[in-house]
């Protein structure tokens, strides 16, 4: 239960720095990688299909 927890709370600041790193790119770099800003919580989540 504990570990279940940790990892979760893990998984979540995961996603926030992931969401915080991406959305520091300007809408040129996004576009450069093949994404769109609303394309970021997605891939910050690790859900993102192409």
Same mark, same amino acid.
């Given at each position: ?32 990688? &093949? ?10 989540? &690790?859900?993102?299909?192409?």
């Amino acid at each position: 239960m504990l570990l279940s927890l940790i990892r979760l709370i893990q998984s979540f600041r995961d996603y926030q720095r992931n969401l915080a790193e991406l959305s520091q790119l300007s809408d040129r770099e996004l576009a450069d990688i &093949g994404l769109d800003r609303s394309d970021i919580p997605n891939v910050a989540a &690790g859900n993102y299909k192409n």
